[in-house]
């Protein structure tokens, strides 16, 4: 997927702060070496490196990384893909957010995340789990079929927490805790859902004509409105996974 990093920093940014949360739940301490997996437009990693850690940023999106190297020249970034990490035991923890939904080699991904670690170096993680973003697939997936007769084709992968977890641990890693919770999140602005759907489902929007897009837009707020508009905001209905897990020794 192409990213659009100027709209994710400008419509997106609440992604970094619920990250921000992530970073007190890693408790980076001052010269731990760090892997920030899916690190985006390296806000995080240089939070991380605040506390006195060394960062590595990776992320699979070329552009991600030329637009994270020019917001903090200072930082390691680097471009890689998390299910194929090139990485042996340089690590203390490896911190990730929001990015493992985008990774269905949960297994590749979960070896070359374990083969980071030092033996008993920790993962923490958070990222969509099982029936996250259900209500905004739904109706996104019906005014498509019905607009334009195309079938939606989702780029996630919502995993469960049991098989998550017995996924890592068949890799080498030993899950300390888990959490699978709903975590209603309100997007910015009227068009806050409009905007949504453009950064995250570019594949099915930008190929439409400008009329095309707009009725399949429209036709999704409307169907959305009932349920997710309250208090003069959109709400996605995100459910998250977040777990630690550790290194096996
Ligand atoms: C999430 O954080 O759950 C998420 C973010 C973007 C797209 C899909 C899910």
Known sequence: MLWDSQR?????????????ALVDL??????ERILDLGCGTGDITAAIARR?????????????????RERFPRQDFRVADAAALPFHKEFDAVYSHAVL???PRASEAARGIARALQPGGRLVAEFGG???CEALETAFAGALRRITRQDYRSPWFFPRLSGYAARLE???LVVRAAWYF????????????????????????DGLDEATREAVLA????????????????WADYRRLRVVAERAI
């Open 52 to 68: 006195g850690a060394q960062v590595v940023g990776v992320d699979a999106s070329a552009a991600m990384i030329t637009h994270a």
């Open 182 to 205: 709903d975590l209603p999140t309100p997007l910015k602005g009227e068009d806050g859902l409009r905007q949504w759907f453009i950064q995250f489902l570019p594949h099915h929007l």
């Open 219 to 234: 036709a999704t707020e409307a169907a959305l409105k009932p349920a997710l508009w309250r208090d003069r905001a959109w």
């Open 170 to 172: 068949l890799h080498g």
């Open 8 to 20: 994710y920093l400008a419509r997106h940014g609440f992604i970094i702060e619920r990250g921000q």
């Open 26 to 31: 890693l408790d980076p301490q001052a010269g």
């Open 130 to 132: 099982h029936r996250n």
């Open 101 to 103: 939904h985008w990774v």
